[in-house]
């Protein structure tokens, strides 16, 4: 059984976080541990609170884990705090960690910054170099390259940024007025464009999330990035043209698109 590892932020509502990996991971053939950030009082119109994990209670999460379960890949979602990068940083290490997805929240899609200056910096020198590949949106990869992207050419120059800049292949995501639904993975040097039709969807609460989490489980199941990356980008695709529609916000995608058998009549 192949296993994989989300270290996240807990949603409540289900939607995005934790509860989004696991779900994601776990359609998607994988046995999915988890080391819980933060505890977020959330629903799909928005967050209320947020509790964080101790830098000390974080690294027993992440002690309990490697010593047991040792994950084919870990996926990292938003860490709001400077002290607990540093903890993760230090334990992937301590662990030699593999197949390290790292989805980099920094940017609400309201445009609000969600971590400060401090854990920004820690991401870019801790975190990031650790990583195989990063998941920027368009704000994000702007935080990341120092840059505007305004259309294609630019989001290729800041993947292509990112990557001689942290070590660590780079995914921009397109959207954001930029496109319909294409994205650009530079690998070694090397671009790749995914072509992606945009679904008329409103209810895309943990895309993000969700994308990193099914690359992740392609690559600890033994794919090479550019399939686990073209893989993720289907299985996202299909939830969301399964038109769930909970809740009185941005609700969230139907992860169990593709759930069958007896116990799931």
Not at 209 to 219: G, H, K, R
Request: aromatic share 6%.
């Amino acid at each position: 059984m192949f296993t994989a590892c989300t270290i996240a932020g807990s949603d409540s509502s289900g939607g995005a976080g934790i509860q989004a990996d696991i779900k994601t991971m776990t359609t998607n053939g994988v046995f999915a541990t988890s080391a819980i950030t933060a505890l977020t009082a959330q629903n799909t119109t928005g967050v209320t609170d947020i509790f964080n994990a101790t830098p000390e209670f974080l690294g027993h999460e992440l002690d309990a884990i490697f010593t047991d379960i040792f994950p084919d890949a870990v996926k990292i979602g938003m860490v709001s705090k400077q002290e607990l990068i540093e903890t993760i940083a230090n334990k992937l290490k301590q662990y030699s960690a593999k197949n390290i997805v790292v989805d980099p929240v920094m940017v609400a899609t309201s445009g609000a910054r969600l971590i400060d200056e401090q854990a920004i910096d820690a991401l870019k020198t801790k975190l990031l170099p650790l990583a195989l590949v990063c998941t920027p949106n368009i704000p994000e990869a702007e935080l990341l390259a120092n840059m505007s992207i305004q259309n294609e050419t630019d989001m290729e120059k800041a993947a292509t940024i990112i990557e001689s800049t942290y070590g660590c292949a780079c995914l921009c995501k397109g959207g954001h007025q930029i496109n319909d639904a294409n994205d650009v993975l530079v690998e070694k040097g090397q671009v790749h464009w995914f072509y992606g039709k945009r679904i008329d969807n409103p209810n895309t609460h943990g895309t993000g999330c969700t994308l990193s989490s099914a690359i992740a489980s392609n690559l600890a199941k033994g794919y090479d990035l550019e399939t686990s990356v073209q893989r993720a980008k289907d299985y996202l695709s299909k939830a969301l043209a399964a038109m769930l529609d909970l809740g009185k916000g941005q609700g969230p995608m139907n992860h169990m698109f593709d759930l069958q058998g007896e116990f799931a009549q």
